[in-house]
């Protein structure tokens, strides 16, 4: 098992930065992709970032391409995603999860462990 418990989030004006991270406990992630995922209410939840476990391959969402960035410290067990010029349309719930091998996927099936979500408020 797995936990994953997000932080980080609040209420930023629009243009402002954010950092959330993910801390893993449990049995270590260090071996498995991760990903940055985010719900609205009403609307699937959209994969926002992906890490491989390594740190080798990365991707984002066209939408946060060039605003947001991806890590993660496997020392520490936690990942992390750093958001700047956010915009309102970026106000979601942000999840974090952990992935069923090495790689990810922008497919939320694909995970086998989500933390609780963090809120992420932008306003205009």
């Known amino acids: 098992q797995v936990q994953l418990v997000e932080s980080g989030g609040g209420l930023v004006q629009a243009g402002g930065s954010l950092r959330l991270s993910c801390a893993a406990s449990g049995r270590t992630f260090v071996r498995y992709g991760t990903a940055w995922f985010r719900q609205t209410p009403g609307k699937e939840r959209e994969f926002v970032a992906g890490i491989t476990w390594s740190g080798s391959m990365i991707s984002y969402a066209d939408s946060v391409k060039g605003r947001f960035t991806i890590s993660r410290d496997n020392a520490k067990n936690t990942l992390y995603l750093q958001m700047n010029s956010l915009k309102p349309e970026d106000t979601a719930v942000y999840y974090c999860?952990?992935?069923?091998?090495?790689?990810?996927?922008?497919?939320?099936?694909?995970?086998?462990?989500w933390g609780q979500g963090t809120q992420v408020t932008v306003s205009s």
């Open positions: 999860a952990t992935s069923r091998d090495t790689t990810y996927s922008t497919l939320g099936g694909q995970y086998a462990y």
